[in-house]
């Protein structure tokens, strides 16, 4: 039986520039909607990647991406693998960090010969989802990524592995501490260099600066005299920390800078955005003049590179199921190489 | 301006300045550092009508507190919402003075009830004690004046 795998990065990322056109200002909102995206680095780490290796254990050799797919895009996604004849579709949507074995997954779907069956945890649905022929084109029709078809819901596979969602800034920050500890198999990007302690390359620490474990320090980011990183801190690639600001139990995304002598203390920052973990308020750094982003030139910001490659391709000859050209999307799908 | 009365005590609660054009704000921010020179009582800045805070509230945030720890007035600060408090937690002055999110909620905050009357008992205590002083003072005096 043919089977495919289709990845969603869900929310308003494309492959090209993420959230680059984030409005600023959200001081005003106490619950703002998640300010980062799922591909943002977690300890150097790129989620999408751990589920491309897990699908590549099946036996796959390519998958589809999406991004920004609303249950619109999705739905003619989806109506589209089934018309090219598609016969099982794993679907990802990229929301969770999950240690799953999706060859159990599969092995769960045909013994019990669901036409849906989604993945759960102890907290609900994880995004994972593999879909026969009959039940794509059915859902198809009227796909809901928060309302899966009933079938799923009566023979859901349950997980009982490692998962945390990337999307909720709280369970993003308890992955860092699990891939800090050790409780989980993500492992941070970078030469351990004390127990507990992570740096990527070209990072950049001031002797009086001091570094608490468990903490990871992404590649190329400075920490100026008489800061404090840690512990269970994760300061992304390509960040600022300057003179005598502590990050504590905090994660900064990559490309933030935060001015001098702050206290970062459970909270998410992605340049200028604030989000505190245990309250779930959001501040404006950059209007107070205590953050903002780093533009850099050639910026890594993009974890994943659209650009046409040897693992990557785009456009109509690169499209076995014609879906680029058919789809109304306004991304385009990318066919990755495993 | 005004005041508020809690267990006795007199809280006067100073406006943070909002106004949309720089010369008001440039007035609030003089009245507000004015009143704070000259208050007696326990001060209330009230930051609440801030949707966001620049650089420059921070700094005068920084000034307010500036301002009462010469005179060793006690001060809260009422931030309006989470992000507004967030800010202060982030840039320490949380750490140097309490952060309410409105109000009532400092009136009703016991730890800042009790220090008010902790504030008080200590004011009468020095009250009673100078008028002690003063008896002993003048039965000194009178005793000298005697002798």
Not at chain 1, 10 to 28: K, N, S, V
Not at chain 1, 109 to 136: I, K, S
Not at chain 1, 163 to 169: D, E, F, P, T, W
Not at chain 1, 182 to 189: K, S, V
């Amino acid at each position: 039986m043919e089977l495919g795998a289709f990845v969603m990065v869900p929310g308003g990322d494309d492959f090209t520039g993420i959230r680059e056109a984030q409005p600023h200002g959200l001081a005003a909102f106490e619950n703002p909607r998640a300010p980062y995206s799922s591909r943002m680095p977690i300890l150097g780490n790129d989620v999408l990647r751990s589920w491309m290796d897990r699908v590549r254990k099946l036996g796959m050799q390519s998958l589809w991406l999406a991004s920004g797919a609303g249950a619109g895009a999705a739905t003619s996604a989806l109506a589209e693998f089934a018309r090219q004849g598609i016969e099982r579709l794993l679907v990802i949507e990229l929301k969770s960090y999950a240690e799953m074995d999706l060859a159990d997954l599969l092995r769960f779907h045909c013994e019990r010969r669901n036409p849906v069956t989604e993945a759960q945890d102890a907290g609900g649905q994880l995004g994972v989802r593999l879909l026969d022929r009959p039940a794509l084109r059915a859902t198809a029709e009227k796909y809901e990524s928060c309302c899966p078809p009933t079938e799923s819901v009566r023979n859901p596979y349950q997980f009982s592995g490692y998962a945390k969602r990337i999307l909720s800034a709280r369970e993003r920050q308890e992955l860092v501490g699990d891939g800090l500890t050790g409780a989980c198999a993500m492992r941070p990007l970078g030469t351990q260099i004390r127990e507990q302690v992570w740096i990527g390359e070209g990072v950049k620490v001031a002797t009086s600066a001091r570094v608490i474990g468990p903490t990871y320090i992404g590649a190329d980011t400075i920490v100026r005299a008489g800061a404090t990183i840690g512990p269970f801190a994760s300061v992304e690639r390509d960040c600022v920390v300057d003179c005598g600001t502590t990050v504590e139990r905090s994660t900064a995304l990559p490309d933030t800078y935060l001015a001098a002598g702050l206290l970062i203390r459970n909270g998410l920052v992605d340049g200028g955005h604030l989000e505190h973990l245990g309250w779930g308020a959001a501040a404006d750094l950059e209007s107070a003049g205590l953050g903002s982003r780093i533009s850099r030139r050639g910026s890594r910001r993009q974890p994943f590179s659209p650009a046409p490659t040897d693992d990557c391709s785009r456009g109509e000859n690169a499209l076995p199921w014609n879906l680029a050209s058919s789809s109304a999307v306004a991304q385009p799908w990318l066919q990755v190489q495993l | 301006m005004k005041d508020r009365a809690m267990n006795g005590a007199a809280w006067r609660i100073l406006p943070f300045p909002s106004a949309s054009s720089s010369a008001s704000r440039r007035a609030q921010r003089k009245d507000l550092l004015s009143a704070l020179r000259v208050s007696e009582s326990p001060v209330i800045v009230d930051f609440s009508e801030c949707r966001s805070l620049t650089f420059e509230d921070i700094d005068l945030l920084l000034e307010c507190l500036g301002q009462a720890a010469g005179r060793d007035t006690q001060v809260v600060f009422v931030a309006g919402s989470n992000a507004n408090r967030l800010l202060l937690e982030v840039t320490r002055i949380s750490s140097l003075a309490p952060v309410f999110i409105s109000v009532e909620e400092v009136l009703a905050h016991p730890q800042v009830a009790a220090r008010c009357d902790a504030a008080d008992r200590a004011c009468e205590d020095r009250a009673c004690e100078d008028r002690a002083n003063d008896h002993q003072g003048a039965s000194q005096s009178q005793t000298l004046w005697s002798a």
